[in-house]
């Protein structure tokens, strides 16, 4: 997904996890961002903007955040790469595609049930104090809470990569 090379097909299908942070200057510094293979950013509302921070899973990450909630175009991008998507809860619009996209995007939303894999810092103000980590984004799979989205479509994402150029000593 970030144009590393893989070693196998196998290592090359991965259900990345990407989890909407807030950007407001009350919520930083972030948490994880340094560890993301890709951040996008995206307006919200209000002149504010948000990050869809995509991370592979076999990167440990122990603080992500602060979490927030998801709007439409989110989804757009991580239905394209099959990724999961964890928020806090979101626009009414996005939570009606959400529903739509059953088994296109894993939602993994803190509101309700799946709760239990986020927690609050309460050394933050609210809404800045929501996290996860990467351990509790790949327990929501293994538990069962969410199930994989479909295989990704990398090539639907029409990114292209170049070769590293070698680096002289």
């Not at 939602?107 to 609210?126: C, M, S």
């Amino acid at each position: 997904l970030n144009g590393e090379p893989s070693q196998n097909e196998e290592d090359a299908v991965v259900f990345s996890r990407a989890v909407v942070i807030d950007n407001d200057i009350n919520a930083r510094p972030q948490s994880g961002l340094e560890r993301a293979s890709i951040i996008i950013e995206f307006p919200v509302e209000g002149g504010i903007t948000r990050f869809a921070a995509i991370f592979n899973p076999s990167v440990s990450v122990p603080k992500i955040g602060p979490v927030r909630s998801v709007r439409p175009y989110f989804l757009d991008f991580t239905e394209d790469i099959g990724a999961m998507i964890a928020h806090s809860g979101g626009s009414p619009d996005a939570l009606r595609a959400v529903k739509l996209l059953y088994g296109a995007v894993a939602d993994l939303d803190e509101i309700g049930p799946l709760g239990k894999y986020f927690w609050r810092d309460p050394a933050l103000y609210e809404p800045h104090n929501l996290f996860t980590s990467s351990t509790l984004l790949t327990k929501a799979f293994e538990d069962g809470s969410i199930v994989a989205p479909k295989k990704p479509n990398y090539t639907s994402v029409g990114w292209k990569w170049q070769e590293r150029p070698a680096i002289e000593n």
